[in-house]
């Protein structure tokens, strides 16, 4: 036995118009103005499915145009130049840290003569200070220098 629901209530059930229920509601119609209310519900919850499917669609192209322009960004970059290779990258790095790993390890017999003519810890302290603050003074210069070759 299936439940029956007249236009006018399902007008007011599912919010939409008479005729809207008359054109697309047919395959739930049982007589002149008597709609199974079931399969008329279901009409109704597969035809807001697909108009989410929609709304979803939309947004997914939304977000594939701005990760297009995001790329297209990107490529126009690496034409122009403002990214370096991997290769580059790696060959920087490693001469970067050659350097800096051959000024800490010489840096034990240099703090050791001047520390011989220092007299209070305090100025021991300043000495080693000094010698860290200039390794460490070289390496941020070395990449002061590499981003004005860059440019």
Known sequence: MAITA??????RLLQI???TIRENYKT??????????IKAIEIFVS???VAN??????????????????????KLKIIEKEYISVDEAVESVSTM?????SKIM???KKIMLDLKKSKSAGEQEKIIEKHLKHA?????????IKEKKDE
Do not use: C, H, M, W
């Not at 460490?136 to 002061?144: H, Q, R, V």
């Open 17 to 19: 118009s008479d005729r």
């Open 28 to 37: 739930a119609k049982i007589s002149p103005g008597k709609y199974d209310l």
């Open 106 to 108: 010489s840096l034990p």
């Open 136 to 144: 460490i003074g070289e390496l941020k210069g070395y990449l002061e």
């Open 53 to 74: 499917d929609r709304s979803e669609l939309v947004e997914s192209e939304k977000r594939y145009k701005l990760s297009q322009v995001a790329l297209n960004d990107a």
């Open 6 to 11: 007249t236009e006018n209530q399902l007008t």
């Open 47 to 49: 035809s807001v499915k």
């Open 97 to 101: 840290l050659f350097n800096f790993k």
